[in-house]
């Protein structure tokens, strides 16, 4: 997995987003404050990433979200289109509640979540995945620790196979292999060591011209707390969950995107009910 992620990633460009301070809707630039880019150099790579910081940021420690954008995408986008708003964010130099980092990303950025997950389960206290399996190939040790998951895949996915297989990047070169939605949910079910036979739940039909449905699998834990999460998007494709459709060319390029549900509310809402035990 190691070397799949260095393949997809020779630079990272990425988003630190605090949820805890969520902006109402309608709230101004002004009061919210306004999203800063930085960078930072390691191993001889300069990685730029975009912070935002709200204006009525408790002097408190605060959670911390990292968002992790999908190959060829921009931490621009990210902000500003996928978490709609909804996510603020915010740099290393705010009180940052060290039992609270959450790993978040979609398609390559959700490959690179799991990876959090699994090489830095004593920092990360929950992750998830949209639109990202795990690779095929892997270099990455074992999980040091059981690391709570959430992931979500749609079944028509034309870019990250629902079956596994090649990644499929149109006007792209190779981008490897992963495994199977099956095969991604049978690993985290055994790293986890929950019970394998899941609740299982219909999510409602809020939109239904989307050509879309959700179905969600709990494994293991009470209704709050469960350790891992699976979100099954019939008929989804390689959209993150929102109330905003795509347009004909994405929807033509990516499939159908999912509006019954806001990716960023599912995250936000299983983040929060989980956080490390530390020393």
Known sequence: MRALFQRFFPFLLLCLLLASCRAAPGASQARTGTPQQASIVHDEVKRTFIYYAPANLPTEPVPLVFMLHGGGGSAEHTMTTMTEGRWNALGEQFAIDPARVYGAGHSNGGMMAFRLAIELGD????????????????????PNRAVPILYLAGTANPMMPFEGGPIAIPDSSDRGEVLSAAETVQFWVEALHVPADPEESALPDVVPSDGSTVTLFRYG????????????????????????????WQQARKGQKNQDINACDEAWRFFQAHSLALP
């Open 221 to 248: 834990g009470d209704a709050g707390r469960a350790a891992f999460l699976f979100y099954r998007v019939e008929g989804g494709g390689h959209g993150w969950p929102s109330p905003t459709p795509f347009g004909r």
């Open 123 to 142: 920092r990360i206290a929950a992750a998830f995945s949209s639109a990202g399996n795990l690779a095929r190939t892997s270099e990455c040790a074992p």
